[in-house]
């Protein structure tokens, strides 16, 4: 099994900063990765990134402004969020799967409990 732990969320103004981390315990898996989904909205791709490997992959909406990393010492990756706005206010979830990464949440088969994003204004 594999279990996902984030943490990190909390309430920012726009135009400030957080760093969400997702600790991982259990097999080893290829990807890492983060999704949101704000109220009323379905889950949206964030970021990606590979374990042993060079590759990110980002959501148009947040290139530029959120970086994914990781510290395989560790075994934990971090989601680096500037210049927040209001519209990045969800639930952030951290996710792993194997194989070639994918933007497509039911692709993606283990999960963290999520952690709350609020950006005011």
């Known amino acids: 099994q594999v279990q996902l732990v984030e943490s990190g969320g909390g309430s920012v103004q726009a135009g400030g900063s957080l760093r969400l981390s997702c600790a991982a315990s259990g097999r080893a898996v290829t990807f890492m990765g983060w999704f949101r989904q704000a109220p009323g909205k379905e889950r949206e791709f964030v970021a990606a990134?590979?374990?042993?490997?060079?590759?990110?992959y980002y959501a148009d909406s947040v290139k530029g402004r959120f970086t994914i990393s990781r510290d395989n010492a560790k075994n934990t990756v971090y989601l680096q969020m500037s210049t927040l706005k209001p519209e990045d206010t969800a639930v952030y979830y951290c996710?792993?799967?194997?194989?070639?990464?994918?933007?497509?949440?039911?692709?993606?088969?283990?999960w963290g409990q999520g952690t709350q994003v609020t950006v005011s204004s």
């Open positions: 996710a792993a799967r194997d194989g070639r990464t994918t933007r497509r949440g039911e692709d993606w088969p283990w």
């Open positions: 990134i590979a374990w042993s490997a060079d590759y990110t």
